[in-house]
């Protein structure tokens, strides 16, 4: 098939959409499928800039800038860039002469459905949106917006884009049961669309923990964003958990909620906690088999679930998960049944170390090389790259 993605964020950048959505391209390209990606870009100055990435056809529109500006400015821009896409995209000779068999595209954002609809009507084509972030509900969870006319606005948006897709892809099992309940005229379109994780290469990690102050700790490691959703608090109870445990704990990354973080820990007293910034994706699976654990947070006020794609890393890399996550959540079964780690659903700090403390006879019960087998199965049964494309590419032929 000629397949066309659209996405706010594609490689070089280090986002988790942005390696997804390469990864799910280069599957494509491995099974002799064409991809194009249309991808916003505030950088340029020319309308299209054209390049290939593996393979991959890149197509960067000049766009408004929707990263590290206030949150009015990111919502016009959201809304604006769709409509100012599509009208350099179909001004361009070049991209009308394409031939489009499906498109498939990511939300966030939630405001793609106009440039959508236009590529579907001059391509007469299906889409699949692969949906993961139920956007505005989870804000609305964490309190970050009111029931009000700015909440009505974005579910008008968020409807509109279930509305133009052919079939949507819901991330967990959870979530699918949350999507029918709540959306029953789309019911019909959702289906669980697990995230997948490709093979890592071996390069090395500019992160060296053996010429740290915790060299000669059992170390836990989260590599990726820290904000809102990601529970700050929630990752600050595990630290102070580990640190009672004796264990150093390693952040690596960026966000909203990082810096805070950091002067929160640093007020504690807590001495065996390092922060880097972020490193490249390809470096990351090497600095976690220098750790003994991966930490996951999700606040516990989410009802909608997601899988992180860090979890994955986790797995891919072979190392057991400590979990916080709001109730409910799939990752509960995932993590028990596969025996990778310990789970919670409350930061209470008693819990908290009996988890740990179960964890750490887990990892005295199984020997190094059967928790890398189990990670390694869990990682086979849900999360290949070729389990998606296929699913999608299924979907899109049916309709």
């Known amino acids: 098939m000629n397949l066309l993605i659209i996405t706010d964020a594609y490689a070089p950048s280090r986002t988790s959409a942005a390696v997804l959505l390469k990864d799910l391209a280069q599957q494509y390209i491995q099974e002799g499928h064409q991809v194009s990606v249309v991808v916003p870009s505030a950088q340029q100055k020319i309308p299209i800039q054209e390049y290939e990435e593996g393979g991959v056809k890149v197509l960067a529109v000049k766009a408004f800038?929707?990263?590290?500006?206030?949150?009015?400015?990111?919502?016009?821009?959201?809304?604006i860039n769709p409509y100012l896409m599509g009208r350099r995209l179909f001004c361009s000779q070049q991209f009308k002469s394409m031939k489009i068999n499906g498109v498939i595209w990511y939300s966030p954002s939630i405001f793609w459905a106009p440039l959508?609809?236009?590529?579907?009507?001059?391509?007469?084509?299906?889409?699949?949106?692969?949906?993961?972030?139920?956007?505005?509900?989870?804000a609305l969870d964490l309190s970050l917006l009111k029931k009000g006319p700015i909440y009505s606005f974005f579910k008008y948006i968020e409807k509109k884009q279930y509305a133009q897709a052919n079939w949507i892809g819901v991330q967990s099992a959870n979530n699918l049961t949350y999507f029918q309940k709540h959306f029953t005229q789309f019911a019909h379109k959702a289906q669980v669309l697990w995230n997948w994780i490709a093979p890592s290469s071996n390069t090395d990690c500019s992160i060296q923990i053996q010429n740290t102050p915790l060299r000669d700790l059992k170390v836990a490691v989260y590599a990726g964003n820290v904000g809102i959703a990601q529970g700050k608090d929630a990752l600050l109870a595990m630290t102070h958990a580990l640190h009672e445990a004796g264990m150093g704990v390693v952040y690596v990354g960026r966000g909203s909620e990082m810096r805070v973080m950091q002067e929160q820990i640093k007020e504690a007293g807590l001495t065996n906690v390092l922060f880097f910034d972020e490193i490249p994706p390809d470096e990351i699976e090497a600095l976690y088999r220098q750790c003994s654990l991966g930490l996951l947070a999700l606040d516990p006020r989410h009802t909608t679930h997601n899988i992180p794609g860090k979890f994955l890393s986790y797995m891919q890399a072979g190392i057991p998960t400590l979990a916080l996550v709001n109730p409910g959540n799939d990752l509960e079964k995932l993590i028990t049944h596969y025996q990778v780690g310990?789970?919670?659903?409350?930061?209470?700090?008693?819990?908290?170390n009996e988890r740990v403390g179960?964890?750490?006879?887990?990892?005295?019960?199984?020997?190094?090389?059967?928790?890398?087998?189990?990670?390694?199965?869990?990682?086979?049964?849900?999360?290949?790259?070729?389990?998606?494309?296929?699913?999608?590419?299924?979907?899109?032929?049916?309709?």
């Open 116 to 138: 959508v609809k236009r590529c579907q009507d001059f391509f007469a084509c299906p889409s699949y949106l692969i949906l993961r972030d139920l956007f505005p509900d989870w």
């Open 65 to 79: 800038r929707t990263k590290d500006i206030s949150y009015l400015q990111r919502v016009l821009a959201e809304w």
């Open 342 to 352: 310990v789970v919670c659903t409350t930061a209470s700090s008693a819990i908290l």
């Open 358 to 399: 179960q964890l750490f006879a887990q990892l005295e019960r199984n020997p190094l090389g059967h928790m890398q087998e189990q990670c390694q199965r869990l990682v086979q049964d849900y999360f290949l790259p070729q389990r998606a494309s296929e699913q999608i590419v299924n979907q899109l032929s049916k309709s």
